[in-house]
């Protein structure tokens, strides 16, 4: 019983709402609030708080959610092991992804995945990576793509790519030293590889702005209001005025990860999940690079 209490408690703080909730969950509105109020009771203390604005969760109801999610994660992996044993491809999973990604790579890796595993519901969060990285430790997603990162010890990754950075400008600038450029223009900065650029110590470039819109940074570049470095994953549908200077990979490149939390104890649906995506990416990147090779020198 207290499985299905935690599972209507999640629900109501993902929707904020009773009645929503139970829409999802198939139950009535009271139902879900004798639920919420019969855990409150069972624990003595208050988990949210109610008024005209909403529902929010308390401090305490924030400590104890992530201890719930924990438990529902582990009731879910149970029953796909159950699933596997019984020779069925069953369960769900949640994938963390940076919005790139989600265009560049997602749709080949979940349309080969649902092929194989028709059965299984798959996720998707988009997000930055540090907050791809905080869903995979709190055990909101069960795996994640992330740009580059620190050691963190709880988390596990595998390198999967390494992403070319280019080098945007208006096209009426002149292509003459790369550095001079970037130290010299106006240079907006990426937040999202902000960290990656500032490792670059030849870069030194004098920052205008800071954006994680990186449509809107390319819209700037494309006004001549400044230069920016953005990966080739970024790169889709150019306008006409942005022209790309490539950058060699000895200076700069992005590392594409996948990340768990354990890999050694990822679910059975996540397991499957990680397989396809190296098969995927074995089969399909060296492609993906030779063609952003063919655009860069068109």
Known sequence: ???????????????????LAGERLGISQSAVSHSVTSLEKEYKVKLLARSR???QLTDSGQRILQYIDKILYLEEKMNQELAEIRGLELGSLTIGTVTPLTSEWLPGILKRFHEQ???IQVNIREGTSQEIIEWVENGEADIGFAYSLKERRRIDRLLLAHEPFYLLVH???LEEDLFGLIRE???????????????????????L?????ERGIIELVNKGLGITVLPKLSLHDLPEGVKMIPISSDMIQLPVHIVSLMFSAMSPAAEKMSATISL????NYNNIMLTNEKHSSN
């Open 280 to 283: 995927w990416l074995n089969e």
């Open 171 to 173: 096209e009426d600038v």
């Open 1 to 19: 019983m207290s499985i299905q209490k935690y599972a209507i408690f999640r629900e109501v703080v993902d929707t904020g709402s009773f009645s």
């Open 185 to 207: 223009m106006p240079f907006i900065m990426p937040k999202s590889y902000k960290e990656i650029i500032q490792q670059q110590k030849a870069f030194k470039p004098t920052v």
């Open 53 to 55: 604005s909403g529902i």
């Open 117 to 119: 595993y028709p059965s």
């Open 209 to 213: 702005l800071e954006l994680a819109d």
